[in-house]
Structure formats: structure tokens, C-alpha cells
């Protein structure tokens, strides 16, 4: 099948700002956007730029805006996608070139909450630390965040403020708050209840969507407002 | 597909930009509100003509609109906090977003009637 592929493209050295570029590529109905975007770098323009490492959904670097939505270009399908197909670069963040951005911005917040677990204590039994089944399950859905922004470059209050720490922190923030093993607890709690923390959210739920993990964000969210509020933190 | 600010305009974002644009709305009203309630000060016979502004059918449609930005509001406003209180409840936020939508229309047919009864061919 043809597709008519439409990507908002940018280079800093030439352009003041992003302009859109159109290209027909051949495609099969289960081929991806990214194999899209390979035939146009490939075979059409080598100075398309994108970022990409696994192509499978794992390593989350090809988060992009794809027909309106923020997806993974390795898990979207031409047949879902359509024969008419605009690709731009997530929002919120400075384009670096084409459809790459700089995502430092976005490490900084995701550093900020501590994403690793604190605990100096000597276990029990001097060997692990033991946890219940049900201690497990509450962070088996945050833990499996691929830190892709598709979330975060999905939510509007992102979107007119890039101080707000964004969907992508919280849930990583949250998949070490609610481990009974953390001892940090109420350290990670004070970050989330600062001004650009976890209430900037207005549950418009545009990150649940774009997740590509299936990742129950907005419930994530506001159980460590629920948390904020039982540690009496203001 | 519409899109609002270049993204995929979806029911939950649409419910979060309702539900600020009938805040405003409704604010918006009070001022009028308090202004053209505040003519009193000013004599019976000017209160009295500033209410003749509401005896028309733009401003009585404008009424029902400024119901529906309430009943709205209000019902939105018990689903956001329904899901602070309850986050599991947000693992169904479309079919109460749609709810919401849904109860505002409902609720606004008996209402919209009732306020426009006068201009009806039967009021």
C-alpha cells in the first residue's frame, strides 16, 4: 500500500522553525511507523534524524507524535496508522533536530525523585530483604515504566510549563514510595509535594493514553497525593 | 479526529477544557451578576429596567446555557474528586467521563423546558 508520510522537520543550522516535509513511501499493513521512517533515512533522505535503539517497545526512545498521539514508532502499526501519516517530536522539549529532542530536561526531573531504593539497614537475616506477595503487587504497574516521555510530553500542564515535573517521575516516584523495603519514603514525598510536584496534575488522562506500558498513571498520581496527605506533609 | 493545541483531542481532555471554560463562564456571570444587582443602589426604577434585559429569548437561552455550565461543573467536579478519593475509580475514567456528559444532557432537557417554558407554543 502507498503512504503519504508527513514529518515536521527541523535543522537548527538552516531553519528559525519547524516546517513539514512530505514523502510516499511503500508499505505492508503490518509494517511500523519506525520501518516508515527507516525507508524515507534509508533510501529517500539520509539527514533525517530520529532516535531509535531496540525497535521493539523496550528501550522507549522512538516516543514521538504520531497522527496526534504520543506512540512508540516501533509499536504502531501502518494498518492502525492509516495512509496518511504525520510524525513530529514529542512536545514540551527542545528539538534538537527533526524529530529528536533533548531529553535532559526530562532526566533531571526523573533524578530529582531518587529512582532507586534506599535502604542502609542490615536485613533480618543479614542476606534479603523480604517482602509479602501484596507488598510486591503495589508497585508491579509503576514498575514498569520504560521512561519513554511519552507520558509527560502528553500532558498540557507539561505543555505550558516544563518546571512540572511530569507523569514520568511521579510513577517512578511512586514504584519506590509504596516498596515496603524504601526507607526514604518521606524524603521522595517531600519532592512530589512541592509547588511543581504531584498536584499540578488536572487528570486529563492524555499520559494513561499515550502510555505504551498500559501504565495506570493517573491512579499512580493520586495515590501518592493519598500518601502526601497520610504523612501529613504540606 | 479533532485536535486541540495539535494533539488528539480525547473525551478526558475534553471534560477537563469543559470543565474550565463553564468555571469561567459561570464566573463570569456572577460579575454580571453582582453588577446588575448592585443598579438597586441606584433606584427601584433603574433596577427594574435591568431586569427587562433578561425577558427575551437570547437572554432566557443564555439562562439555560449558564444551567448547563453548572449542572456540568458540578457533576464534573464530583467525578474529580470521586477519583482524589478513590484512585482505583480513575481505571474507569472514560465511562465516567461519559457519564458526566451523558447526565448533563439528561438533566438539561427537563431543565432547558422548564426555563423556557414561557416562549414554548404550549407555555
Known sequence: MDVQLRIR???????????????AVEAEPTDRVLDLLHQVKWYQDGTLTFRRSCAHGVCGSDAMLIN????????????????????EAIRGMTIVKDLLVDMEPFWDSYKQVMPFLVNDEIPADGKERRQSQADRERYEDTSRCILCAACTTS????????????????????????????????????????????WRCRTTFNCVEACPRDIKITKAILEVTQEIGKAGIR | MINLF???????QLA??????SGLGVLLFLFLHIVETSTVLLGPEVYDFT???????????????????????????????????WPSLTVYYRPLTYGVIAATIISMV?????????????G
Open chain 2, 6 to 12: 495539535g494533539y488528539r483531542l480525547s473525551w478526558a
Open chain 1, 68 to 87: 496526534g498521539q504520543n506512540r512508540l514508532a516501533c509499536e504502531y502499526l501502518v494498518k492502525d496508522a492509516g495512509t496518511s501519516i504525520t510524525v
Open chain 1, 9 to 23: 522537520r527541523f535543522n537548527p543550522e538552516a531553519d528559525t522553525e519547524p516546517h513539514w516535509e512530505e514523502y
Open chain 2, 16 to 21: 477537563w477544557f469543559g470543565h474550565r471554560a
Open chain 1, 155 to 198: 500532558c498540557p500542564v507539561f505543555w505550558s510549563d516544563q518546571s512540572y515535573v511530569g507523569p514520568a517521575a511521579i510513577v517512578n516516584a511512586h514504584r519506590f514510595i509504596v516498596d515496603s523495603r524504601d526507607t526514604a519514603k518521606e524524603e521522595r514525598l517531600e519532592i512530589m509535594a512541592d509547588p511543581d510536584g504531584v
Open chain 2, 110 to 122: 427537563p431543565l432547558g423546558i422548564i426555563m423556557t417554558r414561557g416562549y414554548l407554543p404550549w
Open chain 2, 51 to 85: 431586569q427587562t434585559f433578561y425577558q427575551n429569548l437570547p437572554a432566557k437561552l443564555g439562562e439555560v446555557l449558564l444551567m448547563a455550565a453548572l449542572v456540568y461543573h458540578a457533576l464534573n467536579g464530583l467525578r474529580v474528586i470521586a477519583m482524589d478519593f
